[in-house]
T-cell receptor
Framework: GESVGLHLPTLSVQEGDNSIINCAYS??????FIWYKQESGKGPQFIIDIRSNMDKRQGQRVTVLLNKTVKHLSLQIAATQPGDSAVYFCAEDNNAGNMLTFGGGTRLMVKP | NAGVMQNPRHLVRRRGQEARLRCSPMKGHSHVYWYRQLPEEGLKFMVY????????ESGMPKERFSAEFPKEGPSILRIQQVVRGDSAAYFC????????????FGNGTRLTVT
């Protein structure tokens, strides 16, 4: 869903631990999903994407899981590093328009 | 290997002035999107353009805002008679084939209206 202007939810993890960031999407017609990472003062950076015909996709240190039954998306980061500290957004393509719809974001803070 | 280029990075305008934000997409990309972001919030879609055409402007205010992507040159987002509520970060993104392909974002233009 979209942010309503509240402070971003924050996930704080210890360096080296695994991180799991969750996202709920609202449109059951959405068939393409992307995770973005945004560092302070920069634009969103593509991390990984997944199509609705898959339920899991792995990249380098990252895994995206898609549960279409409950409309839930998660991003797992293995062995989290200080450089992973950022705000993470999920985005969905709802198959009706021409744009991605972004969720409200989660701030990941990595403690050394 | 340049990514999406936006300029200026920071823009300060007084109320009532015009703001022009420019975006050059990645090489080979003909689809351009503009998004707006307020502090501590997600990105809100404004407009989607292909060369010389506006495909979807459903997220853009009907008044004072306009966008173009000419045959030659960058895409321009234009805000006339700016108000304080226009202060935000404006991000441009491009993609190679539109739907079902990831958007690649620039680093944004931060507009401050005084």
């Amino acid at each position: 869903g979209e942010s309503v202007g509240l402070h971003l939810p924050t996930l704080s993890v210890q360096e080296g631990d695994n991180s799991i960031i969750n996202c709920a999407y609202s449109n059951s017609a959405s068939d393409y999903f992307i995770w973005y990472k945004q560092e302070s003062g920069k634009g969103p950076q593509f991390i990984i994407d997944i199509r609705s015909n898959m339920d899991k996709r792995q990249g380098q240190r990252v895994t995206v899981l898609l549960n279409k039954t409950v409309k839930h998306l998660s991003l797992q980061i293995a062995a989290t590093q200080p450089g992973d500290s950022a705000v993470y957004f999920c985005a969905e393509d709802n198959n009706a328009g021409n744009m991605l719809t972004f969720g409200g974001g989660t701030r990941l803070m990595v403690k050394p | 290997n340049a990514g999406v280029m936006q300029n200026p990075r920071h823009l300060v305008r007084r109320r009532g002035q015009e703001a022009r934000l420019r975006c050059s997409p990645m090489k080979g990309h003909s689809h351009v999107y503009w998004y707006r972001q307020l502090p501590e919030e997600g990105l809100k879609f404004m407009v989607y353009l292909q060369k010389e055409n506006i495909i979807d402007e459903s997220g853009m205010p009907k008044e004072r805002f306009s966008a173009e992507f000419p045959k030659e040159g960058p895409s321009i987002l234009r805000i006339q008679q700016v108000v304080r509520g226009d202060s935000a970060a404006y991000f441009c993104a491009s993609s190679q084939k539109g739907r079902d392909s990831p958007l690649h974002f620039g680093n944004g233009t931060r507009l401050t209206v005084t």
